[in-house]
Antibody
Framework: EVQLVESGGGLVQPGGSLRLYCEAS????????MSWVRQAPGKGLEWVVN????????NYVDSVKGRFTISRDNAKSSLFLQMNSLRAEDTAVYFC???????????WGQGTLVTVSS | EIVLTQSPATLSLSPGERATLSCRASHSVSSHLAWYQQKFGHAPRLLIYGASTRLPGIPARFSGSGSGTDFTLTISSLEPDDFAVYYCQQRMNWPRTFGQGTKVEIK
């Protein structure tokens, strides 16, 4: 059974940092593109960033470029999102998601809530 | 950035009725479009990709059609489990974008 389990969310002040984690199991992690997708409270979905199987390619949405960094550890089947200079508009549930290609999102975690507020 | 516009925002129907959801792209995405279902408090689930290809395990009552800029998700006969929010998503270019969603609610 495919499982993606996110952690690391919480309350942080504007300008602060947070690191999200995603542990994967039930599929060959190193053969999959991985992504972070966020959903602000009561709003739609936003694909924030993805990373190629070997980490050699990363694509960020403009609103997080220079502030967020995605990385992965294939040996530990883990995905990370380092979020710096956080803003109120970054408040959202962050989903870890994966697929065998960079096009769609086959597998999803349950999400972790990030709240940016003073 | 390709903008996807879904309509209607809300669809109020009864079980057994047919649901027709629309997704319109600001630029052609060829057939590079997917549909997801999201129930409240849960992660989205991929239903259809390539505009019309159902994932294994997705019931045949779900069908997708369209190409270019106009797409449709049809649920032929609504089951109680189908009442949810549906999103379209394009993979034509980066950033990948989603529509704002259509909520299918019980009338």
């Amino acid at each position: 059974e495919v499982q993606l389990v996110e952690s690391g969310g919480g309350l942080v002040q504007p300008g602060g940092s947070l690191r999200l984690y995603c542990e994967a199991s039930g599929f060959t992690f190193s053969d999959h593109w991985m992504s972070w997708v966020r959903q602000a409270p009561g709003k739609g979905l936003e694909w924030v960033v993805n990373i190629k199987e070997d980490g050699s390619e990363k694509n960020y949405v403009d609103s997080v470029k220079g502030r967020f960094t995605i990385s992965r550890d294939n040996a530990k089947s883990s995905l990370f999102l380092q979020m710096n200079s956080l803003r109120a508009e970054d408040t959202a549930v962050y989903f870890c998601a994966g697929a065998p290609n960079p096009n769609y999102l086959d597998y999803w975690g349950q999400g972790t809530l990030v709240t940016v507020s003073s | 950035e390709i903008v996807l516009t879904q309509s209607p925002a809300t669809l109020s129907l009864s079980p057994g009725e047919r649901a027709t959801l629309s997704c319109r792209a600001s630029h052609s995405v060829s057939s590079h479009l997917a549909w997801y279902q999201q129930k409240f408090g849960h992660a989205p689930r991929l239903l259809i990709y390539g505009a019309s290809t159902r994932l294994p395990g997705i019931p045949a009552r779900f069908s997708g059609s369209g190409s270019g800029t106009d797409f449709t998700l049809t649920i032929s006969s609504l089951e109680p489990d189908d009442f949810a929010v549906y999103y379209c998503q394009q993979r034509m270019n980066w950033p990948r974008t989603f529509g704002q969603g259509t909520k299918v609610e019980i009338k």
